[in-house]
């Protein structure tokens, strides 16, 4: 069975502390590794979308990152408007069309 | 991006009645739409996968007589949830991918909060 585990649940940081999410995942033949950031009582907002291993991105203070076993989503010198949830999904050939999504890593920018 | 349209963002309704809620893709044209669902501090959970023309596939647990999904056009889906329960009260988000252009990437809509009295 598909397994997508992001870690930790929840993370504090101050604005301007780097830090990074991670995203754990088991699948067999993966077609797509993504990350999305939900704020609250919104839809999730697309962000990345990785294909292999060794693949990385970047959007303003966002890289994310994918090895064969695992996604990081780096935030360098984060903002209080970079406070969400970020989500991570995975797309695998079975039912390929489906995203198997995370937990969510709730994210606070304390000014 | 591509934007994907829901309506209404919030409904309140008594328990046994039944609430539609629409999912339209603004800007291109989706074969694909899917339902998911959403509670608190919790992730998404897949409810169904409809295709434009045919019927929805549901995901294992989800009772396709409870919710109704129709797909009548390449930019609009249905969702009903029929005879309503507390229990239903929820987050429902939809998201749609295109034709071509968009492959892979699923564009969300902004969800619609049910509250079931």
């Known amino acids: 069975e598909d397994q997508v585990t992001q870690s930790p649940e929840a993370l504090r940081l101050q604005e301007g502390e780097s830090s990074s999410l991670n995203c754990s995942y088991t699948v067999s033949g993966l077609r797509g590794l993504f990350w999305y950031r939900q704020d609250p009582g919104k839809g999730p907002e697309f962000l990345f979308t990785?294909?292999?291993a060794g693949e990385e991105k970047e959007k303003e203070r966002l890289k994310a990152t994918l090895t064969k076993k695992e996604s990081f989503l780096h935030i360098t010198a984060p903002k209080p408007e970079d406070s969400a949830t970020y989500l991570c999904?995975?797309?695998?050939?079975?039912?390929?069309?489906?995203?198997?999504f995370g937990q969510g890593t709730r994210l606070t920018i304390n000014p | 991006g591509a934007v994907v349209s829901q309506h209404p963002s919030w409904v309140i309704c008594k328990s046994g009645t039944s609430v539609k809620i629409e999912c339209r893709s603004l800007d291109f044209q989706a074969t694909t739409m899917f339902w998911y669902r959403q509670f608190p501090k919790q992730s998404l959970m897949l409810m169904a996968t409809s295709n434009e023309g045919s019927k929805a596939t549901y995901e294992q647990g989800v009772e396709k007589d409870k919710f109704l999904i129709n797909h009548a056009s390449l930019t609009l889906s249905t969702l009903t949830v029929t005879s309503a329960h507390p229990e239903d009260s929820s987050f429902y988000i939809c998201?749609?991918?295109?034709?071509?252009?968009?492959?892979?990437?699923?564009?969300f809509g902004e969800g619609s909060r049910l509250t079931v009295l």
């Open positions: 999904a995975v797309q695998a050939p079975q039912g390929a069309q489906k995203l198997v």
């Open positions: 990785l294909y292999s």
């Open positions: 998201s749609a991918r295109g034709l071509e252009g968009y492959t892979g990437e699923l564009f």
